[in-house]
């Protein structure tokens, strides 16, 4: 497919797991793609593995999205090799498991800055050439724990809550101007963190799935891919859902 021919791409976290499916499905799908991570040699292997797949050109950037000189960079180095970006995925994020009553300032801060101010960093950078083009689009990565919490997640879970109503925020400022904003909230995805959890839990938490297994770092991709094509030119404001049916909205 090349559904995405002629558009310019930044993703976030594109070193593994979800982002890397991200950046290959976009490249595949003919996008240019910037691939930021806070591992410049990760950054650089999912490059690679865009180059293997005769995909086009595409850019690595290390950084660290809670940092704006690093958004700034990312989104600089697209404009620079391939024009400004048209297509934005804040897909970033961190993850620490912890009772509340344990979390410390820092520990609260940290998931937050990561998250969300990553989030909103990459919304701000991009949202400028894409409101004077008249057209893009933005596609944030959330949780259904945004949705419906999680046990010992406390700060993950609040702060893809924001990224769920920011995104419903900027979608309802800057639709009527061209610029479409939706996001993803995954379920329970086989990457590499949830892979090396125990069997144990795996298998008790696919059980628990209407589904009966875990999905993988490609289907969230599959709906990022659609999100950034004009296939959901109508779709603005909204968290759709690859989760296994988990979490039913």
């Known amino acids: 497919m090349t559904r995405l021919a002629g558009h310019a791409a930044v993703v976030t976290g594109a070193g593994a797991g979800i982002g890397r499916a991200i950046a290959l499905r976009l490249a595949a799908e003919g996008a240019r793609v910037v ?3 806070l591992d410049g040699a990760a950054a650089e292997a999912t490059v690679a593995m865009i180059a ?8 690595a950037v290390a950084g660290d999205v ?3 000189a690093d958004v700034d960079a990312a989104f600089a180095a697209c404009e620079a090799a391939f ?3 048209t297509l934005a995925v804040n897909n970033a994020g961190i993850v620490q498991q912890r009772r ?3 979390l ?3 520990d609260w801060d940290r998931m937050v800055a990561v998250h969300l101010r990553g989030a909103f960093l990459g919304c701000r950078r991009a949202i400028g050439p894409m409101l004077e083009a008249g057209s893009g689009s933005i596609v944030n990565i959330a949780s259904q724990l945004g949705q419906i919490g999680g046990v010992e997640l406390a ?3 609040a702060a893809k809550a924001g990224i769920i109503g920011l995104t419903k925020a900027l979608a309802r400022e800057v639709s009527v101007r061209g610029v479409r904003v939706n996001a993803v909230a995954p379920g329970p ?3 590499d963190l949830v892979m090396g959890l125990s069997e144990e839990w795996r298998r008790a938490k696919a059980a628990e799935l209407p589904l009966g297994r875990f999905g993988a770092p490609e289907d969230v991709a599959a709906t990022v891919a659609f999100l950034a094509s004009e296939d959901a030119a109508i779709y603005v404001g909204q968290t759709l859902g690859p989760n296994s049916g988990d979490v039913m909205l």
């Open 52 to 59: 293997a797949a005769g995909g086009p050109a595409a850019r």
């Open 35 to 37: 691939v930021q991570d």
């Open 83 to 85: 024009g400004p970006a």
């Open 104 to 106: 410390s300032p820092q």
């Open 189 to 191: 995805i086989a990457t």
């Open 66 to 68: 809670s940092r704006e």
């Open 155 to 157: 700060h993950y879970s």
């Open 100 to 102: 509340f009553e344990d």
